[in-house]
């Protein structure tokens, strides 16, 4: 029999028996993700999928139901103490799902999908829209209710749950507020490259594609470049390149494509205005890559 525990146990002895452990449930995730457009909120979504997995034959049965939360976090503040305007929101419920609402799906287990409007959610934060910069957050957080009346959450799952790969659970899940353009900045677009190892990307790189046409971004291999000096080279730790955009562009995209340790991995980029519109890493997440133009 395999068993874990979704609370801190830090402070307990590790070879406690099995029955004095706290058990509980964890909601491991299938899928999730979504754009939050400035520019377009109302066709603003974000979705979380994910299956049931709990200490009861995992069918679900001792869990009551599953709350999706949702929180505002207000990251283009002023800075500044003597004129605060942070218009962050502490979390507030926006759905419970009974646990027979889930349904099962090809591994056995529960599953259910959390669909987030984000006019919603501002509704149900009572945030006034015009406090939604680019650059801000909504954080979309899970809580699980066991039948016994326990709540597990962020604050007393354990960090194995949350972290390791196996369990897919971290409770909490981030969407960024970007602003999407009708049309691209053109001009030339910059992006910085960092490897903490200092032996370069083995594999993986930024593609930045420009009407359909793949133009790549990558920091050479130590290991198969051949081009002569040594781990931690300034050529392997850190580069730049540039990526112009014609005049007349209908469409452009960033995106991540990992290869060998990509927890070793950071990147910038830069749109013509000099300015900051999206970072990545360490182990950035794979595919398209959300650009910040809000100030474009």
Do not use: H
């Not at 974000?46 to 505002?72: A, K, P």
């Not at 934060?125 to 939604?132: K, S, T």
């Amino acid at each position: 029999m395999v068993s874990f525990s979704s609370c801190e146990d830090e402070d307990k002895d590790p070879l406690a028996p099995y029955n004095e452990l706290v058990k509980g449930a964890f909601f491991r995730t299938i899928d999730n993700g979504g754009i939050i457009n400035r520019t377009d909120v109302a066709g603003s979504t974000y979705f979380v999928t994910g299956e049931l997995v709990s200490d009861n034959d995992n069918s679900g049965i001792d869990v009551s139901d599953v709350q999706m939360w949702v929180e505002f976090v207000d990251r283009s503040k002023d800075d500044d103490p003597n004129t605060p305007d942070d218009d962050s929101v502490e979390a507030t419920l926006f759905e419970t799902a009974d646990v027979s609402l889930f349904t099962t799906n090809e591994n056995g287990l529960p599953q259910y999908t959390f669909d987030v409007g984000i006019s919603d959610a501002i509704d149900a934060l009572g945030l006034d829209l015009n406090a939604v910069e680019g650059g801000d957050q909504f954080l979309f957080k899970i809580a699980i209710s066991m039948s016994n009346g326990t709540v597990f959450d962020e604050d007393n799952t354990g960090d194995s749950v949350k972290g390791e790969l196996f369990f897919a659970s971290p409770m909490v899940y981030t969407g960024l507020v970007i602003c999407i353009l009708d049309t691209p900045p053109t001009g030339d677009w910059k992006i910085t490259m960092q490897d903490s190892y200092g032996d370069g990307w083995q594999g993986s790189a930024v593609i930045a594609t420009i009407d359909g046409v793949d133009v790549s971004s990558s920091l050479p291999d130590y290991w198969t470049a051949g081009l002569g000096g040594s781990v931690g080279d300034p050529l392997y730790s850190d580069g730049e390149a540039m990526v112009n955009v014609p005049s007349g562009t209908s469409t452009l995209t960033f995106s991540w494509v990992s290869g060998d340790y990509p927890s070793e991995a950071t990147f910038q980029v830069f749109a013509p205005s000099g300015n900051l519109v999206a970072t990545g890493g360490p182990s950035p997440e794979e595919g398209e890559i959300a650009l910040n133009l809000c100030n474009e």
